[in-house]
């Protein structure tokens, strides 16, 4: 099994800035190789896709609403993958979770569907207040 723990969530006034941090564990994970992605969950409301990274970081892809604002990263050697939020807005409040893809023999594109992702963490709280 692959492990993820996210961390670097917190509360933050509109407009300021928050780093998310994924770190992976497992012999799983260090064997294969997984896109990665970040999704969040506001209470009442479906989880949506954020941003994801492929295995090599080289494509990545946001959705609408952060694009511009958040950046995402990753550092194999390290195990962790990162979200650089900046200038974040009251919309923009949940539960962030990441999520690990394991690579077809495709490739390792990333993927907007949660149900395309096979290991998960418990989430970290971000609140931005207005």
């Known amino acids: 099994q692959v492990q993820l723990v996210e961390s670097g969530g917190g509360l933050v006034q509109a407009g300021g800035s928050l780093r998310l941090s994924c770190a992976a564990s497992g012999r799983t994970f260090s064997m294969h190789s997984y896109a990665m992605g970040w999704f969040r969950q506001a209470p009442g409301k479906d989880r949506e896709f954020v941003s994801g990274i492929s295995w090599r970081a080289g494509s990545t892809d946001y959705a609408d609403s952060v694009k511009g604002r958040f950046i995402i990263s990753r550092d194999n050697a390290k195990n962790t993958v990162y979200l650089q939020m900046n200038s974040l807005e009251p919309e923009d409040t949940a539960v962030y979770y990441c999520?690990?893809?394991?690579?077809?023999?495709?490739?390792?594109?990333?993927?907007?569907?949660?149900?395309?992702?096979?290991?998960w963490g418990q989430g970290t709280q971000v609140t931005v207040s207005s």
């Open positions: 999520a690990a893809d394991y690579c077809s023999v495709y490739g390792c594109r990333v993927k907007r569907e949660s149900y395309a992702y096979d290991y």
